[in-house]
């Protein structure tokens, strides 16, 4: 029909092809398909030139753009020079365009290097993210070594509002947290102990476990999602505004002014905060034990205070401090590292409770072993 799109395929000399367009070449009204063509690339006496004749084409859209590409690029791979100078500028310039932002790689297919090159790209980011940590430890230290020597450049009442941040206003999760751990640690060994006769020694469970394991690694990982995430909120924002930029430019170092003080803050309050879950949870079991097994109160703390060693109780203290340098560190990282938008930032606040976490829980392992070899 004349108001179709029609396409003939010329050859004027035995290794040159012209392809000869003409009508309305839009998608709603179909088009031709380039298979056609495709096979004259292939057949007979191989081509080494094509060209495009357009003058007749009426209008056109995506669709003339997207038979063409497919056109190209069956040409390319037969190794045919495709002169584009016959075809509208528009088309052009869109084939340009094209060929300048390739399309985006997706998880479509899956040859056989596609495995491989994923465990390499999780290799690499596995590195980087690995040498930015280091990095970033070692920058912290730089600046604490700064403090000691009376150099470090911060408020103090930056740091006296993030101490008061991160310990009096924790108190409340702390608290329900411990006292519901310690319930649970009681009521669980309650229910074993009943079967031989030694219900007495809930106490000492509930009290050794808290004060060596279970007060210090709890609050930790309450201290993570409520104060290290609040970091990387709060660097993050401040990555967004520029802020951290201007204090570059001003020539005052953000591990200074801004993560130091937040290490020093969770470094002083998170053994204080550990040592009042530690009480709060001997008291959650002393509740199972005096209402659920009979004991009374004082049988209760005598038998806590004969369980409890003052080397179990500063295990637990040592390792809370450490704890809060892991969180503080964590938290200040994913904020320094945070993207500048919105999006950006709640992310970053996810992956500091992620880290935090799963460093805290290797720390505790590596610390149970260390402990377990050298008999305490």
């Known amino acids: 029909m004349a108001d179709d799109a029609r396409m003939i395929v010329r050859r004027f000399a035995p290794d040159h092809a012209v392809i000869e367009l003409s009508g309305p070449w839009l998608s709603r009204r179909g088009l031709p398909d380039p298979a056609p063509v495709i096979h ?10 094509l060209d495009f004749e357009t003058d ?9 753009v997207t038979f063409v590409m497919k056109l190209l690029a069956a040409a390319a791979a037969r190794g045919v020079v495709a ?11 869109l084939l340009a365009l094209a060929e300048a932002v390739p399309e985006k790689q997706t998880s479509r297919g899956g040859g056989p290097g596609t495995r491989l090159e994923r465990i390499g790209r999780w290799a690499m980011a596995s590195g980087v993210a690995i040498t930015a940590g280091l990095s970033f430890l070692g920058e912290s ?4 070594t700064a403090l000691l020597r009376g150099r470090a450049r911060f408020r103090p009442s930056d740091l006296f509002l993030i101490m008061q941040e ?8 702390v608290s329900l947290i411990s006292f519901l751990i310690g319930l649970i640690l009681a009521f669980v060994g309650a229910v074993q102990l009943q079967q031989f006769g030694a219900s007495i020694y809930v106490a000492n469970l509930v009290a050794v476990a808290m004060t060596r394991e279970i007060g210090c690694i709890m609050t930790a990982i309450v201290m993570s999602g409520r104060t290290g995430a609040a970091f990387a909120a709060q660097l993050g924002t401040m990555n967004t505004n520029q802020e951290i930029d201007a204090l570059s430019t001003m020539g005052i170092s953000s591990m200074e002014f801004l993560v130091l ?26 509740v199972v ?35 809060g340098v ?15 938008s919105a999006a950006a930032v709640g992310l970053a606040a996810t992956s500091a409770v992620v880290t935090s976490i799963v460093v805290l829980i290797v720390l505790d392992g590596v610390f149970a072993v260390i402990l377990n070899v050298l008999g305490f």
């Open 83 to 93: 002169d584009r100078r016959g075809l509208p500028d528009g088309v052009g310039r």
């Open 40 to 49: 004259e690339l292939t057949s007979g006496a191989p081509l080494r030139g």
């Open 56 to 64: 007749r084409v009426t209008a056109w859209d995506s669709g003339l």
């Open 289 to 323: 034990g005096t209402g659920m097994l009979g004991l009374s109160w004082r049988e209760y703390f005598e038998q806590t205070r004969s369980a409890v060693t003052l080397g179990d109780f500063f295990i637990g203290v040592v390792k809370s401090a450490v704890f």
């Open 261 to 286: 003080p937040r290490m020093l803050a969770l470094i002083v309050m998170m053994p204080l905060l550990t040592v009042y879950a530690d009480l709060v949870g001997i008291l959650g079991g002393a």
């Open 141 to 144: 230290l730089l600046a604490f």
């Open 166 to 173: 991160c310990g009096p206003r924790a108190l409340g999760i």
């Open 326 to 340: 892991v969180v503080a560190l964590a938290g200040c990282l994913r904020g320094m590292q945070s993207g500048r």
